[in-house]
C-alpha cells in the first residue's frame, strides 16, 4: 500500500512539474501551413507544356481563386525567362464557387472542395529553357487569413517537380550556386522531431495523470467491485475479460470524445488566442485554485446527480449498450476527483492547440482504462491492491498543492503579457516556495485537512516525498536573489522580469549601466541590447556593419525563456549575440496599443490594433509563420542569410547555425 502511495506521488510529483513545460505553454512552433502542393509537367510539342499545380488543404480551409473580387487571389510569375515564357491566357481551374465572403464584406470566389488544381499552358520563345520556376502567391483562410508564397519548378525534360518554401535554395536551383543547406535539413529535422516529441510529450504526461486519478477515492475503490462484477457475473472467464475489456474501451471512447469536442470548440487557432490572452489566463488561474481547494477538501465538485441516476439506470440493459453506460457511470460519479485533473490536462492542452486535446485525454482515459484490463486478465493481482483508506485522500491533497501551484503559472503568463509587474519573479517563487512548504508539511504530519484520518505516523513513502519536497525547496529558494534555476527554466518569470534584475548585492548592475544603450534598445537577457524598434535595429545594424537577429518572441512564451537561459547563457553564444549581430526582439503577445493612425486592417484581414498584432502579422506575411521562438538572421537588405530556426535547445546546433549565418554576411 506505501509502496504504490509512494511510486505514484512521486511519477505524478514529477510530472506535473515538467506538465507545463512539457506541453510548451505559450511557447508555440506552430507554423500555420494548411496547403501541400505538388506538381506535374504535361508536353505537349516541344515548345509547349500544360504546367500542373496541384494542392492538398486542410479540412474547412480555403484559397481564392485567379479572379477573386476580394481577398488576395491566386497568382504566380514565373521566375526565369518570363520574356521567353508566353502563356495561353488565365491557368485553367478546377471548380470554383462565388459566396458572400464574410471576412471582407463582400462577394469572393474560392476553389470548392480540399484538392484545388490548376493547369498553365506555356508557349516557350526559347526552346532551350530546361527549368521553369513558378513564384506562387495566394491567400489560405478559415477562421484567420493568411497570405502565402511558396515556390515550385518544373524539369521540362525529366519531368521532376520540386516544392520549396526557401527562397534562396528556389533561385539556386538548377544553377552553380546550388548548395545544400545544412542547416535548413537539419531543422526540418528537428521540427519533425519536436513534432512527435510534442504529442508524446503530451500524451505521457496525460497518462500520469491518468495514474494519479486512478489514485483517488472516487476512482481506486471501483476498480475490484467493477472487475469482480465482470468475472462473476458473466457465463464464463473469457466472457468476463471480453467485457471488461470492452469496459475499459468505453472509458476511453468517452474521454476522446471530450477531446474531440474540446478541438471542434477552439480549433486549431486557439494557441494564438489562448496562449497569449489575459483574460484567458486569468480565468485559468482562478479553475486551476477552485479545482485546488476541492481537493484540499473544501468541497468537492460534482454533475447534477440525476446524470448519474438516468446513466445508472441504462447501465442495467446489459449487452455492450449496457456496459458503455457503466463507464459512462463511472466517468460521472468520478468527476470530483477526475473532473480537476481532466480539466487541467485540457486548458494545457486547448492552449497548445490542434488536435492535443485528442491525445491528451487520449492518455488520460488509457491509465484509467487499463487497470481494468489487466485485472480481468489476472484477477489474482487483486489481492495484491492495497486497501482503500486514508492514504487515497493523502494523494488528492498533494495533487490540489501541484495544482495550486500550476495556477501561479497562468498568473503569472497574465502578467508578463500585459507587463502589470504585480508578479514579478521574486514573488512568483515565494508563492510557489510558500505552497511547497505547505505541501512537505503536510507530508511529514504537520497539517491535517478535513478528510484526513489520524496519524500515529507517517509512512516511509510520505517521508521520503516530504524529503524531495524539501530538497526542491532548498533549490528554488537562492532564486530569491538571482540563481538562473536552469531546471525550471520557463516556469517562472525571466530573469530580467524581477525587482532586482541582478540579485541582491547589484552584481553586474554597475556595468550594465555603463553601456551606451541606442536609441530603441534596451538590455535584454544577459545585458544584450535589444531594439524593440525594428526601423532603430536596421539602421544601428548598417552602422556597425553587423548582420541582424530577428528574434520573434512573446511574454508568456516558455520555450523563448527556455532558449535565454539554456542557450543564450552560453558562453559562445552569448559572445555572439553581444558583440557580432544586431538583435531585434518582436514580441507577438505585446497589449501595447499602436498610435491610432498605425491602427489598420491587414490584407489579410487580420486586424492590426497593438504592437503585438504588428509583429504577429509582420511576421505572417514576411515568413509565412506564426511561431514564438522563430529566429532569422538578416543582411542590410533584410534578405534571409540562411533558412530561419525555431526552438532549438541543443546549443551546438544554434551555435552553428549562428556562425553559418555571419559566414554567409561576410561573404557578400
Same mark, same amino acid.
Given at each position: ?17 515538467? @506538465? ?11 507554423? !500555420? ?11 505537349? %510539342?516541344?515548345?509547349? !507544356? ?43 481551374? %478546377? ?31 526559347? #526552346? ?44 539556386? !536551383? ?33 497518462? $500520469? ?86 481537493? @484540499? ?20 440493459? /446489459?449487452?455492450?449498450?449496457?456496459? @458503455? ?40 482515459? #488509457? ?24 492514504? $487515497? ?12 501551484? +500550476?495556477? @501561479? ?13 504585480? +508578479? ?16 512537505? $508539511? ?18 516511509? /513513502? ?6 524531495? =519536497? ?27 522580469? %524581477? ?7 547589484? /552584481? ?11 536609441? /530603441? ?12 524598434? !525594428? ?38 553564444? $552569448? ?57 532569422? +538572421? ?13 526552438? =532549438? ?20
Amino acid at each position: 500500500m506505501r509502496k504504490a502511495q509512494f511510486i505514484f506521488s512521486f511519477i505524478f510529483f514529477i510530472s506535473l512539474i515538467t @506538465f507545463s513545460q512539457g506541453f510548451g505553454l505559450a511557447g508555440n512552433n506552430t507554423s !500555420y501551413d494548411p496547403v501541400r502542393w505538388s506538381g506535374s509537367v504535361e508536353k505537349i %510539342s516541344d515548345a509547349t !507544356y500544360i504546367l500542373h499545380y496541384n494542392a492538398t488543404v486542410e479540412k474547412d480551409w480555403y484559397i481564392y481563386a485567379q479572379e477573386s473580387e476580394s481577398g488576395i487571389p491566386f497568382s504566380f510569375e514565373f521566375l526565369n525567362s518570363e520574356n521567353n515564357i508566353v502563356r495561353d491566357g488565365l491557368a485553367k481551374e %478546377s471548380e470554383t464557387i462565388t459566396f458572400y465572403d464574410d471576412v471582407f464584406q463582400e462577394n469572393a470566389t474560392k476553389f470548392l472542395g480540399q484538392t484545388p488544381s490548376l493547369s498553365q499552358n506555356i508557349t516557350l520563345l526559347n #526552346t532551350d529553357i530546361k527549368i521553369i520556376k513558378s513564384v506562387i502567391s495566394y491567400q489560405v483562410c478559415k477562421e484567420v487569413c493568411i497570405p502565402q508564397e511558396f515556390y515550385i519548378t518544373h524539369q521540362l525534360e525529366t519531368k521532376e517537380v520540386k516544392v520549396f518554401t526557401n527562397f534562396t535554395e528556389f533561385e539556386n !536551383y538548377g544553377t552553380s550556386k546550388t548548395i545544400a543547406s545544412p542547416s535548413s535539413d537539419l531543422q526540418e529535422e528537428v521540427a519533425s522531431q519536436n513534432d512527435t516529441n510534442s504529442n508524446w510529450t503530451v500524451f505521457i504526461l496525460s497518462f $500520469l495523470g491518468g495514474l494519479a486519478a486512478l489514485l483517488t477515492p472516487c476512482v481506486f475503490p471501483m476498480i475490484p467491485m467493477t472487475v469482480s462484477y465482470f468475472t462473476k457475473q458473466s457465463k464464463s472467464r473469457a466472457a468476463g475479460i471480453k467485457n471488461a475489456i470492452i469496459y475499459g474501451l468505453s472509458i476511453i471512447v468517452i474521454y476522446v470524445f471530450i477531446g474531440f469536442a474540446v478541438t471542434t470548440i477552439f480549433g486549431e487557432t486557439a494557441i494564438v488566442e489562448l496562449s497569449t490572452s489575459v483574460t484567458f489566463n486569468v480565468i485559468f488561474f482562478v479553475l486551476l485554485v477552485i479545482f485546488a481547494i476541492s481537493f @484540499f477538501g473544501a468541497f468537492e465538485i460534482m454533475l447534477p446527480q440525476k446524470w448519474a441516476n438516468k446513466i445508472d439506470s441504462q447501465a442495467d440493459r /446489459g449487452g455492450l449498450i449496457g456496459i @458503455f453506460f457503466m463507464a459512462l457511470a463511472l466517468a460521472i460519479v468520478s468527476f470530483s476527483c477526475t473532473g480537476p485533473i481532466v480539466g487541467t490536462a485540457l486548458v494545457q492542452s486547448v492552449v497548445e492547440g490542434g488536435i492535443t486535446p485528442v491525445i491528451s485525454m487520449l492518455g488520460f482515459s #488509457t491509465a484509467i482504462a487499463l487497470p481494468f484490463a489487466l485485472f480481468a486478465l489476472f484477477p489474482g493481482w487483486l489481492n495484491t491492491l492495497p486497501k482503500s483508506g486514508g492514504w $487515497l485522500n493523502t494523494v488528492k491533497v498533494v495533487l490540489g498543492f501541484l495544482e495550486l501551484a +500550476l495556477a @501561479f503559472k497562468f498568473l503569472s503568463n497574465a502578467d508578463l503579457v500585459s507587463q502589470s509587474h504585480f +508578479l514579478e519573479r521574486e514573488v512568483f517563487l515565494a508563492l510557489i516556495i510558500a505552497i511547497m512548504v505547505g505541501m512537505a $508539511l503536510y507530508l511529514f504530519g504537520k497539517l491535517k485537512l478535513p478528510h484526513d484520518s489520524d496519524l500515529s505516523h507517517i509512512s516511509v /513513502g510520505r517521508l521520503l516525498l516530504g524529503i524531495l =519536497t524539501v530538497s526542491f525547496v532548498v533549490y528554488m529558494i537562492p532564486g530569491l536573489w538571482g540563481a538562473p534555476l536552469k531546471l525550471i527554466s520557463g516556469f517562472p518569470p525571466p530573469l530580467h522580469y %524581477s525587482e532586482s534584475p541582478y540579485g541582491v548585492g547589484g /552584481g553586474n548592475a554597475n556595468a550594465a549601466k555603463d553601456q551606451d544603450i541606442p536609441n /530603441g534598445a534596451e538590455l535584454g537577457p544577459h545585458d544584450i541590447i535589444s531594439f524593440t524598434d !525594428y526601423e532603430a535595429g536596421i539602421a544601428y545594424a548598417k552602422q556597425q556593419n553587423k548582420p541582424i537577429l530577428l528574434d520573434f518572441t512573446g511574454y508568456a512564451c516558455i520555450n523563448c525563456r527556455r532558449m535565454e537561459e539554456r542557450v543564450w547563457s552560453d558562453p559562445k553564444v $552569448l559572445n555572439i549575440l553581444k558583440n557580432d549581430i544586431v538583435l531585434i526582439s518582436l514580441y507577438g503577445d505585446s497589449r501595447e496599443l499602436l498610435p491610432e493612425s498605425e491602427q489598420t486592417v491587414s490584407p489579410s484581414g487580420r486586424r492590426i490594433k497593438t504592437v503585438g498584432n504588428k509583429w504577429s502579422n509582420f511576421q505572417i506575411e514576411n515568413y509565412n509563420i506564426l511561431a514564438a521562438p522563430y529566429y532569422v +538572421l538578416l543582411d542590410h537588405d533584410e534578405s534571409p542569410l540562411n533558412q530561419p530556426v525555431a526552438y =532549438t535547445p541543443d546549443i551546438d546546433v544554434y551555435l552553428a547555425w549562428l556562425e553559418e549565418g555571419i559566414t554567409n554576411f561576410n561573404r557578400n
